[in-house]
């Protein structure tokens, strides 16, 4: 679920009625598809500098298309849109809407058990049995987990966790990407992305496990982290506070951290896939398959006419991929 649009935005109602209905295809229809059209059409109207008078006027955008701006027009003369109407009026909906917002129930979870008569947080209570440690993690911090973190925050978090890292071992390089990279006021989670000059890409699995196992144990023990959803060898999903490091913090909200561990030689693709946006990765790759490229959170490989792809090219900064594939370059700030 992303942050509603700002209100100094000309068109933050548009955006807001195009997000619901992005949720909607995700979590209840399933439609990626649809999905994807809508969030794309919600970016194009929040980057547009002045109100949107009509369907035709949006349809001018890059991600507007005929069916989306139908909707533009009859909210705009309305000021509503019946198809939402008549999907905020059934319970399922609302149902699987409302559980989707628990970290670690995707739509079909929510599905699942809104048919089996579970569609409240309180009913998730009483049954606790049919979550996973995932679920019953989100569901132990739902309050605190539906709420952003102030960039502010984050600054804190990351300075303990650089101190904390570089105790262990001065040379882990460590970037927090995510929204916070892109330069956002707040976020919904903390993104850090590590990697270890003698980690790369051909060397063992023994290596890279105890890297990561190593900052997760020593932030556990200086409590930063305070529970864990999922420890892998090169991802990390959990739970942090400030509570218990600052005297100024005293009822901190449990925060989402993912950590991911990468190999130095492929820091850059990673760094560009963890700053994101999502729809911005998505966009990105598309046009790199168009130039004979693919791109992913790894590697940047040309693809032949063969379609397979060969070898991957070297990269030495984030500026480098967008080189390759013929893409004007975009800082941070831009990739929403
Ligand atoms: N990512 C992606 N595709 C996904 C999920 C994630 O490309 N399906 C990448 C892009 C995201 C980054 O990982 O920017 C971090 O994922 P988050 O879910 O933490 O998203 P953000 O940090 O962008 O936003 P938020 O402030 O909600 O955490
Ligand atoms: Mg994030
Ligand atoms: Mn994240």
């Known amino acids: 679920r992303k942050a509603p649009f700002s209100e100094d935005n000309p068109n933050h109602d548009l955006c807001d009625m195009l997000t619901e209905l992005a949720d909607y295809e995700r979590n209840v229809s399933r439609n990626i598809y649809k999905y994807n059209a809508y969030r794309n059409a919600a970016t194009a109207l929040a980057g547009h500098p002045t109100r949107i008078q009509s369907g035709e006027e949006a349809r001018k ?183 218990k490091l600052k005297r100024d913090v005293r009822h901190g909200h449990a925060r989402r951290l993912d950590i991911r561990l990468t190999p130095h030689d492929q820091y850059y693709c990673s760094i560009l896939y963890f700053t994101g946006s999502d729809l911005f990765n998505k966009n990105m790759r598309a046009h790199a398959l168009q130039n004979g490229f693919t791109l992913n959170e790894y590697t940047l490989r040309p693809v032949g006419s063969t379609g397979i792809p060969g070898e991957p090219v070297v990269v030495t900064s984030e500026e480098d991929i967008f080189e390759y594939i013929g893409y004007p370059y975009k800082k941070p700030s831009e990739r929403d």
Do not use: W
Request: aromatic share 4%; with cysteine; proline share 2%.
């Open 61 to 243: 955008l890059n991600g507007v298309g005929a069916k989306i701006s139908k909707k533009i027009d009859e909210f705009l003369q309305t000021g509503k849109l019946q198809k939402l109407e008549k999907i905020r009026d059934d319970d399922t909906n609302t149902a699987i809407g409302l559980l989707t917002r628990v970290s670690g129930i995707g739509p079909a979870k929510a599905k699942q058990l809104v048919d089996a008569g579970v569609k409240t947080i309180e009913d998730l209570h009483r049954h606790e049995d049919k979550l996973n440690s995932h679920q019953l993690v989100g569901l132990k911090y739902f309050e605190d987990f539906e709420k952003k973190i102030p960039r502010h925050e984050i600054e804190q978090t990351e300075e303990i966790i650089k101190k904390e890292i570089h105790e262990l071992d001065p040379e882990y390089l460590i970037t927090i990407c995510g929204s916070y990279r892109r330069g956002q006021l707040e976020s919904g989670d903390i993104d850090v992305l590590l990697t270890h000059p003698s980690y790369t890409s051909t060397d063992g699995n023994a290596r890279r496990s105890q890297l990561l196992k190593k900052v997760v144990n020593s932030l556990v023990s200086k409590k930063l982290i305070i529970d864990t959803i999922s420890l892998g060898d090169v991802k990390f999903m959990g739970v942090c506070s400030l509570d």
